[in-house]
């Protein structure tokens, strides 16, 4: 169950941790998640214990980040049992360490457990791994601009069996990876494409888990935008095949002349974003009427060319804000405003990572310091 106790963590020693010179050099270009820390933590869950009256979650340790055993019989290779979560630690300018909504990540983690018939893990247990891993990787936080110690806590089912019903084991691990920009060009407006022939996700469906299957689907898409020399591709629903779902990893915002956003709404199909909430109360902060409403392709071009359109930016914990600049797809190309970032969208992308990095207010109490 969530409201489970705390256990304690096991600290194992890492017989080879990465040269400190050999981490500095990595920490001065890092890229994105291509490069990973020394250590990690691993926590067992086994439903036979929670039938004895004992914790199902059991085994926390922190230890050598290293290759994890698997039997080739594992539901999780079989039936994609698999969730994860992305979130960032920041270092801020005092050399204190800070989380961004790390709540709202447990929760959204446990509701993606829900869905695909897995254990929730309880919302302390998941902050204390939290804890423990930065803590001991502190040195792994990059200084250069713009860099973060990104976060991925992730479940899987380990149980050995071939039929097909819910997982009895499970394993959480949470690894973490010093990064930069998440687009190589820095930030600039990318531009998109619209999928006509592939859904990322549909009703009834897993589109609101941050589960690996629906990152799977959204793969050829995206190669086929790569072709046409885009960043990311844009998905729309799989029943009208006409209303503007979400990119492949990141929620979309649409910003008009009149004062007035909209944010496809949360029906089911697409992944409730964390940034995309803290984005919709900023929104609001700065006055403008912020709508969770259906917005069609065909729309969003018509309003582009008529000028009533102005801004569309995209949001996510990797690339927080980052401005569209043109849509391209089978029936042609637009271009959003004149191409460029927007006021709003810079505007919002400074605030958000001023509160993130400490250096502007943060109304809404959404940082936790870990120190």
Not at 16 to 22: D, F, L, M
Not at 96 to 117: D, G, I, K, T
Not at 226 to 241: H, I, P, R
Not at 333 to 356: A, C, E, H, N, W
Request: negative net charge.
């Amino acid at each position: 169950m969530a409201d489970a106790p705390m256990i304690d963590f096991a600290h194992l020693p890492h017989p080879a941790p990465v040269p400190s010179e050999t981490r500095d050099e990595a920490l001065a270009d890092p890229g994105f998640g291509s490069v990973f820390t020394d250590h990690m933590v691993t926590i067992a869950f086994d439903a036979a214990r929670v039938e004895r009256g004992e914790g199902g979650w059991h085994d926390a340790q922190l230890r050598p980040r290293e290759a994890i055993p698997l039997d080739p019989a594992a539901a999780v290779l079989h039936y994609a049992q698999e969730i994860f979560e992305g979130m960032k630690a920041y270092r801020w300018e005092d050399d204190s360490v800070a989380l961004f909504r790390p709540e709202q990540n447990a929760r959204r983690l446990n509701a993606s457990a829900r869905r695909m018939a897995m254990p929730e893990l309880p919302e302390e247990l998941f902050l204390e791994s939290i804890r423990q891993l930065v803590a001991k990787d502190r040195d792994w936080m990059p200084t250069i601009e713009g860099g973060s110690l990104y976060l991925r806590p992730f479940m899987f089912a380990t149980e050995a069996f071939l039929g097909v019903r819910p997982a009895r084991e499970y394993l959480y691990c949470l690894i973490a990876s010093p990064v930069g920009s998440y687009f190589k060009s820095g930030v600039k407006p990318v531009d998109v494409w619209v999928s006509r022939d592939h859904t990322r996700a549909a009703p009834g469906g897993t589109g609101a888990a941050k589960t690996g299957g629906n990152y799977a689907a959204s793969l050829v898409p995206l190669a086929e935008g790569t072709k046409q020399g885009c960043q990311q591709t844009v998905f729309l629903d799989a029943v009208d095949k006409k209303w503007i779902e979400e990119l492949g990893g990141m929620n979309l915002f649409f910003v008009f002349a009149d004062g007035s956003a909209i944010t496809p709404p949360l029906t089911g199909t697409i992944l409730p974003g964390i940034t995309r909430d803290s984005l919709i109360q900023m929104l609001r902060d700065e006055g403008l009427q912020v709508r969770e409403e259906p917005y069609s392709i065909d729309q969003w071009h018509a309003d582009a060319a008529k000028g009533d359109l102005i801004e569309t930016f995209a949001c996510g914990t990797a690339a927080v804000v980052t401005p569209v600049g043109s849509v391209n797809g089978p029936d042609g190309k637009f271009t959003i405003g004149s191409g460029g970032t927007g006021q709003l969208t810079q505007k919002m992308r400074d605030k958000l990572v001023g509160i993130q990095m400490g250096t502007a207010p943060d109304p809404h109490g959404w940082v936790m310091k870990l120190d």
